[in-house]
């Protein structure tokens, strides 16, 4: 990896912390567009332990001060993104008011009744629907997103990119992230699903607004511990195999057509209908039906999933493009579709300052 075009000062860097990984983009602007200037990718080896990046400051601090310089990247400030289990997310009704501002109170009293952390424990970002500061002339009720976290998971944050030596300019959501890189301007109902290595989000956009988000205890490594204690190899040959077919050789592991997407096409199906159900049911959606779905994060290659999705649910099932509202230099097309879905959350959060 190296530094892709003109070196010069603005780029914004996105950060995505994963559970045992990091993954970095810096973009720049340039009229309006953005343009990849470089990227960077860490992973830590899978441990039997199962302690996620985040809980450990200090290694992940190191991790990204490395992946940052061999990358080449030049911006300080950095973006990052609370990890979707991690966050509280809901959409208030509240009395329309000519200062929104005065809503905080109203606002702040409703989340109290809703969040599991009392709010003096949390941090909390209030987006109003309308975009408006002030209310519509004749509006009654005003809509808003209000999305929280612990101070403690901010704190953490903090240290770690302390470590790193880079200033944390922003806080964001995966959500808010993956409609940026992968949805855009599209306004129509919108489902994605990011399939990590130890949990899946999966979030409905509407509009561009994430009208229902869920994570759940999902990933890629399920599917590599399973090959792993079936046919007893190591956890690294697991996961070339994963990775490579959709099932084992017979002819090398005596496994006959070994069917491992069902420890992970069956529970994610359940969970889609779920949140499918939840969106339907909203009373603020306008659309209820998702039109389309949209693959990415890491795990999202593994051998047959977008078909086995699609066929199912009879719905359109695309992989997320990251690059498309993208300038790069086109001798890296290939290598830059091969990684993109592990890279979509870093690339919209490095989208945030340029759209």
């Given at each position: 990896m190296a530094l892709f075009g003109k070196q010069q000062k603005g780029g914004t860097l996105g950060v995505d912390i994963g559970a045992r990984s990091i993954k970095l983009v810096e973009l720049s602007s340039e009229k309006g567009r953005a343009h990849l200037m470089t990227y960077g990718y860490g992973e830590l080896p899978i441990s039997s332990d199962g302690e996620l990046l985040i809980d450990q400051p200090a290694v992940?601090?190191?991790?990204?001060s490395r992946v940052y310089k061999e990358a080449g990247c030049r911006a300080q400030n950095a973006m990052a993104a609370l990890p979707t289990s991690n966050i509280f997310s809901t959409i208030l009704s509240v009395p329309a008011a000519k200062d929104r501002k005065t809503l905080k109170p109203t606002?702040?009293?409703?989340?109290?009744?809703?969040?599991?952390?009392?709010?003096?424990?949390?941090i909390t970002y209030s987006t109003f629907l309308g975009g408006d500061e002030k209310a519509t002339k004749g509006e009654t009720y005003a809509q808003v997103l209000v999305t929280g976290a612990a101070k403690t998971l901010v704190q953490k944050y903090l240290e770690m990119f302390k470590a790193a030596k880079l200033q944390l300019k922003t806080l964001d959501t995966e959500s808010f992230a993956l409609i940026r890189s992968l949805i855009g301007k599209d306004r129509s109902p919108i489902m994605l699903i990011d399939l990590g290595a130890r949990r899946t989000n999966l979030t409905i956009a509407e509009k561009g607004i994430p009208f229902v988000t869920r994570s759940v205890n999902l990933g890629g490594d399920l599917l590599t511990s399973?090959?792993?204690?079936?046919?007893?190899?190591d956890i690294a040959e697991a996961e070339?195999?994963?990775?490579?077919?959709?099932?084992?050789?017979?002819?090398?592991h005596g496994a006959q057509g070994l069917p491992l997407l069902d420890a992970i096409i069956q529970p994610l199906l359940n969970e889609i209908r779920y949140v499918f159900q939840l969106y339907a049911d909203m009373e603020l959606t306008e659309a209820k039906t998702v039109e389309?779905?949209?693959?990415?994060?890491?795990?999202?290659?593994?051998p047959g999933l977008l078909e086995q999705l699609s066929s199912t649910l009879n719905l359109n099932v695309y992989r997320g493009n990251p690059w498309a509202r993208v300038a790069y230099p086109k001798?890296?097309?290939?290598?830059?579709?091969?990684?993109?879905?592990?890279?979509?959350?870093?690339?919209?959060?490095?989208?945030?300052?340029?759209e």
């Open positions: 992940a601090g190191e991790l990204l606002i702040d009293a409703e989340v109290e009744k809703l969040s599991p952390l009392p709010l003096s424990e949390m399973r090959i792993q204690s079936l046919l007893d190899v070339n195999m994963k990775l490579d077919v959709g099932s084992p050789s017979p002819d090398e389309k779905i949209i693959l990415t994060g890491g795990s999202s290659h593994l001798d890296l097309s290939v290598v830059l579709e091969e990684i993109g879905p592990r890279m979509s959350v870093a690339v919209g959060l490095a989208m945030r300052d340029i």
